[in-house]
Antibody, heavy 121, light 111 residues
Framework: EVQLLESGGGLVQPGGSLRLSCAASGFTFSSYAMSWVRQAPGKGLEWVSAISYSGGNTYYVGSVKGRFTISRDNSKNTLYLQMNSLRAEDTAVYYC??????????????WGQGTLVTVSS | NFMLTQPHSVSESPGKTVTISCTRSSGSIASNYVQWFQQRPGSAPTTVIYEDNQRPSGVPDRFSGSIDSSSNSASLSISGLKTEDEADYYCQSYDSSNQGVFGGGTKLTVL
């Protein structure tokens, strides 16, 4: 059974940093692309970033380019999202999602339970 | 980039069939696979349809997906509606540069 467990969320001041982690199990982590998707309170889903199976290719939504960095450690079966220069509009639940291919396709079948990030002074 | 437009809400009675549409604003709906996600209140999303019409294991065959090139839209149909189907449903696709695009979501009420 695929399991994706996010951690690292919390309250941070505007301009601050946070690193999210997603521990994966139940599948060969190194064989699949992965993504982060967020949902602001009361709003819809928004794709944030994705990374290919090897980490060689990455993609970001325009609003986070230059501030967020996605990475992965295949030896630890863990996905990361380093978030810098955080803004109030980054407040959301962040979900880890497993792609269905090695390359980034945004065809997601499995989701984590999410971790809440609140940016506020 | 393109947008995916869904109705804000739909409602239907238990036992009936409901269809939720997802219209692509530009480019062909058939160019890239469409996924559908269910999100119950307070819970994470789950995938009910991927690659236009494929069901993940564990999703009942009451859920089905299709695409219609003539209307440039995708549809999610749920037959034999149950109260547990009440949730928000999101369609999703991606563009040629693998930028993910979500629809705005449809609130399904089963009354």
């Amino acid at each position: 059974e695929v399991q994706l467990l996010e951690s690292g969320g919390g309250l941070v001041q505007p301009g601050g940093s946070l690193r999210l982690s997603c521990a994966a199990s139940g599948f060969t982590f190194s064989s699949y692309a992965m993504s982060w998707v967020r949902q602001a309170p009361g709003k819809g889903l928004e794709w944030v970033s994705a990374i290919s199976y090897s980490g060689g290719n990455t993609y970001y939504v325009g609003s986070v380019k230059g501030r967020f960095t996605i990475s992965r450690d295949n030896s630890k079966n863990t996905l990361y999202l380093q978030m810098n220069s955080l803004r109030a509009e980054d407040t959301a639940v962040y979900y880890c999602a497993k792609d269905s291919r090695r390359a980034i396709t945004m065809i997601v079948v499995d989701w984590g339970q999410g971790t809440l990030v609140t940016v506020s002074s | 980039n393109f947008m995916l437009t869904q109705p804000h809400s739909v409602s239907e009675s238990p036992g009936k069939t409901v269809t939720i549409s997802c219209t692509r604003s530009s480019g062909s709906i058939a160019s890239n696979y469409v996924q559908w996600f269910q999100q119950r209140p307070g819970s994470a999303p789950t995938t009910v349809i991927y690659e236009d019409n494929q069901r993940p294991s564990g999703v009942p065959d009451r859920f089905s997906g299709s695409i219609d090139s003539s209307s440039n839209s995708a549809s999610l149909s749920i037959s034999g509606l149950k109260t547990e189907d009440e949730a928000d449903y999101y369609c999703q696709s991606y563009d040629s540069s693998n930028q993910g695009v979500f629809g705005g979501g449809t609130k399904l009420t089963v009354l």
